[in-house]
């Protein structure tokens, strides 16, 4: 594709073992992913409130910062950037040093980026909640706190580039592509969004393309890149097999990177003719990419799907591949007439999302993150509740996404009849509505007990640490009393 | 895929080229787009929000009403929108040409709201005030007027307190077991005075040359009002 060029290669004495690539995450890991464990039991806890108050819409109604309509996109964002982006980073990072061969570089802009991220998660969440939303979806958070998030990233992802560029490594892995796209995309798109709606603000329906833009990049790209980086490296990694084509992933990637930001309109949207033609054209053009990357997997997979199923972390993998897939699948049939007009608006919206950002993102980074931990902190979290995490998450996922798929075809297939009154039509889903709640119930318990293996390993550590003081102390202590007594 | 530079220029020749095709060049369209003059009113289309008005906008942005309500009627042969009398006409970007902010809204727990100004009776002068009371009533407790409704509640967009001397004019009119107890009353607060004023502009309605409204010759949106909540302003019963 470009050019293939080496880069010239430091010799083998500066190339470091993978035990000194994983070390360099140490404190990267455990800051990333602790914040991220929090912030997951948060947006998990707000949404299902805000589930709760769907089917009992007066329940405590008197306060405004727990009302459904800033719940739910405060509960969202949370799962978005709390956890999705920020275990998303710490992931990829990992997943670009070891492809790369190379440590960690300025480990320093990482937490800095850290720091800012959750400062930006914090302000935006109590932003949302105390009624400054801007009401532009995934965009909700005010646009300080937006700010924040994408000079974070920026440090992040800069991190990220360096790293690459100091590769010892001369190949390069689709693992390694899709995290350097992802890295660069919330940069890009948070930036763009943010200047263009400074000032005066576009005009009109404007406001919705850049907010459609930017939620469609930043879900495509950033998550779904990372979503992507995380099974191109891991899927192979489990059968221990190679991945099955290169060029193939290479269509993939570029595909994806070049059509996918352009789907951003539907059927009917109130913009000129063309605007929604070229928006529907993009969504076409980048299932060339969900296709190349089904066919890879697939062809990586075949003969061998058993082994999918012996381990958490690949029960986890083969839940986010599919649901990967199953995404883009859905996103394609909305680009035909007859689909979207059928479900748009309906359940089949959320259903999506948590197929993309449930599914696809938070599976596929639970897949490889007590990995990391034990290999960077060398405390591995307990066997037994990562496979209860690993089962709990499974079925809270699926007991959120497929109702809501299910109950948004039920609910489209009651309105295309344009006499059966709405309400009855909303009424004849919920139910199932209902069932995606409970999963949210089985989907938040599974955080918990991530939490307490996580808070496990904190304590390991500490203990371990203390071990260590104590003995470098001890003899210092008995040294300088036998001094003073001799 | 080799090289540090040319990897990350390709990555950016690929988003910049989204940027330019679905934000550059709309914006060169929409953003001069003029307003148009409509002999039906006498006026150029769409005109200026009125204060209150926009203040409401203000709070149906802070509530988040547009997470369950969307602002968009499309066209015939992409869904049922016009059959259930959500519009006249489908909207179009011209709509939307004063809005701030314009908020679409993607999912449809609640019916669609483009046009919830025209609905109940519209077209009577006496409606205004029947129509101002549905709406804060509803906005109070949506189940007063729309039994089995999983819309929230707004209760903070209002203040319960006792009565003195005479009740207020703008107290609302609850029954049973929503009525506030003994000496007490629930008026409205100026922002859910200013909501309902948003609610009530939220018309497209006039006849553009790209979305003309067709002649009213069938009582389809009649009907159709029928499968939303809100009644008539002619049985102001509930």
């Not at chain 1, 470009?2 to 995450?25: G, M, Q």
């Not at chain 1, 459904?68 to 709390?82: Q, S, T």
């Not at chain 1, 998450?393 to 295309?416: D, K, N, W, Y």
């Not at chain 2, 940027?19 to 060169?28: D, I, K, T």
């Amino acid at each position: 594709m470009i050019s293939t060029a080496t880069p010239s290669l430091p010799k083998s004495a500066d190339i470091p073992s993978l035990a000194e690539v994983d070390a360099s995450f140490r404190s990267v890991a455990l800051f990333f992913f602790a914040k991220a464990a929090f912030w997951l039991i948060a947006g998990a806890f707000l949404l299902l409130l805000a589930s709760i108050k769907l089917h009992a819409p007066a329940m405590m109604s008197g306060a405004a910062w727990l009302t459904y309509g800033r719940l739910a996109p405060a509960g969202w964002d949370i799962l978005v950037y709390g956890f999705a982006g920020q275990a998303g980073f710490a992931v990829g990072l990992w997943l670009l040093a070891r492809a790369s061969m190379q440590r960690l570089q300025s480990s320093l802009l990482v937490l800095a980026g850290g720091v800012l991220w959750n400062v930006g998660v914090l302000a935006g969440t109590i932003g949302i909640l105390a009624g400054y939303s801007t009401g532009r979806e995934l965009l909700e958070m005010p646009a300080g706190a937006m700010a924040c998030l994408v000079v974070a990233a920026g440090l992040i992802g800069s991190a990220g580039w360096i790293t690459f560029a100091a590769r010892t490594e001369s190949q390069t892995y689709p693992s390694a592509w899709f995290v350097l796209l992802s890295l660069i995309s919330f940069v890009w798109f948070g930036s763009v969004a943010l200047m263009m709606y400074s000032g005066e603000g576009p005009r009109g329906v404007m406001q919705v393309l850049v907010q459609r833009w930017y939620a469609n990049g930043i879900t495509s790209l950033w998550l779904g890149g990372i979503a992507a980086a995380t099974i191109f490296h891991f899927l192979p990694h489990t059968l221990n097999r190679p991945l099955a084509s290169r060029s193939l992933a290479l269509i993939a990637f570029w595909s994806l990177a070049f059509f996918a930001p352009w789907a951003v309109t539907a059927h009917g949207d109130p913009f000129p003719r063309w605007i929604i033609s070229v928006g529907i054209a993009g969504q076409f053009m980048a299932s060339i990419a969900i296709l190349a990357i089904a066919m890879n997997w697939w062809k990586t997979a075949e003969g061998s799907l058993n082994a999918l199923l012996a381990s958490p972390g690949a029960r986890l993998i083969g839940l986010a591949a599919v649901a990967y897939v199953a995404s883009g699948a859905l996103d394609l049939l909305m680009a035909f007439q007859r689909f979207s007009s059928w479900t748009r608006f309906s359940w089949m919206h959320q259903g999506l999302d948590w197929l993309l950002v449930g599914g696809a993102v938070i599976a596929g980074l639970f897949a490889i993150i007590p990995d990391v931990i034990a290999r960077s902190t060398g405390q591995a979290l307990s066997p037994g509740l990562v496979r209860l995490h690993a089962t709990l998450t499974l079925v809270g996922v699926s007991l959120i996404a497929v109702p809501l798929v299910v109950g948004g075809g039920i609910q489209g297939a009651r309105l295309s009849d344009p006499t059966m009154p709405f309400m009855d039509a909303l009424r004849a889903s919920m139910h199932l509505v209902r069932l995606s709640s409970l999963g949210l119930v089985v989907f938040l318990l599974g955080q918990f007990v991530f939490a307490f293996a996580l808070f496990g390993v904190f304590r390991s550590l500490v203990a371990a640490c203390a071990t260590t003081v104590r003995t470098w102390a001890d003899p210092v202590s008995k040294n300088r009393t036998a001094g003073v007594r001799s | 895929m080799n090289s540090t530079p040319l990897l990350f220029l390709g990555i950016l020749i690929a988003l910049a080229s989204s940027w330019w095709g679905v934000l550059v060049a709309p914006s060169l369209q929409i953003g001069n787009a003029p307003t148009v003059f409509s002999k039906e009113t006498g006026q150029h289309y769409p005109a200026n929000r009125p204060g209150l008005a926009q203040q409401g906008a203000e709070i149906y942005r802070s509530e988040g009403c547009n997470s369950c309500h969307s602002q968009l009627v499309r066209p015939e042969g992409f869904g049922n929108d016009l059959a259930r009398g959500w519009g006249k006409r489908r909207t179009v970007a011209q709509d939307y040409l004063r809005d701030n902010p314009v908020l679409l809204g993607s999912v449809r727990i609640g019916p669609d709201l483009s046009n919830i100004g025209y609905r109940m009776g519209a077209g009577d002068t006496n409606a205004q005030p029947v129509m101002v009371a549905y709406h804060l009533k509803h906005l109070y407790h949506p189940r007063t007027v729309a039994p089995g409704s999983v819309m929230p509640a707004y209760p903070y967009l209002f203040e319960k307190r006792p009565i003195q001397g005479s009740p207020s004019a703008s107290a609302l009119k609850l029954e049973g077991a929503f009525a506030p107890p003994e000496g007490f009353e629930v008026v409205p607060t100026p922002e859910a005075t200013a909501l309902v004023a948003y609610l009530l502009s939220l018309r497209s309605g006039v006849s553009l040359a790209e979305a003309p409204v067709p002649p009213p010759p069938t009582n389809a949106v009649e009907t159709a009002t029928s499968s939303t909540n809100a009644a008539p302003a002619s049985a102001p019963t509930r």
